[in-house]
């Protein structure tokens, strides 16, 4: 059986923050930051989901990717899961990169996750899930950004669209409509 790519990704993602924790420079090299991107870094799209800001970051974003993660890879199968993270990673990252100033410095995985939450909202009930409990629990992450400072809440609107529209264009795989 294959392992799979949702607890592959948190113990990536966490492992690459405990680098970060021996390498400090290594976080600055995978932040999303505004004015390396505008000289070329590229990358920085896309590695900003690998480092985090403390320990208390890591642990929300990798539970809540464990959470959500594990039923949308198992609802649409491994390939089309990797097309929603992508998604919303890239998604949130343009958001946050196009409406934050240049010297904005981001971390973490939360647009990724707010794509997530996003494709939960679009298949939840054909999941299973309760869609009350999906829309309570998006406004309320939505919400954390405008209680506590420093949160990039347009990383996470980004996200969540993103996710949304990838899980628009997809079908799950085909035990799912079984």
């Known amino acids: 059986m294959q392992q799979s790519l949702t607890r592959s990704l948190v113990f990536f993602i966490s492992g690459c923050f405990l680098l970060t924790l021996f390498q400090p420079s290594l976080e600055f090299d995978l932040a999303l930051y505004g004015a390396a991107v505008d000289s070329g870094q590229y990358w920085r799209l896309l590695t900003v989901a690998l480092v ?31 097309f929603i993270l992508l998604s919303s990673l890239i998604a949130g990252s343009l958001a946050s990169y196009l409406f934050n100033p240049p010297q904005t410095f981001a971390v973490g995985a939360s647009g990724m996750i707010f794509g997530l939450f996003g494709a939960l909202a679009i298949t939840g009930k054909r999941m299973g899930a309760n869609f009350k409990e999906a829309a309570t629990l998006i406004a309320i992450n939505l919400a ?23 899980a628009l264009l997809i079908k799950p795989k085909k035990s799912a409509w079984e």
């Open 52 to 82: 985090h800001g403390g320990w208390v970051h890591l642990i929300c974003n990798m539970l809540a990717l464990f959470s959500i993660g594990t039923p949308i890879e198992n609802f649409y199968g491994r390939n089309k899961y990797i």
């Open 144 to 166: 954390i950004p405008f209680l506590i400072p420093g949160i990039d809440w347009k990383a996470h609107l980004g996200g969540l669209v993103g996710g949304s529209l990838a």
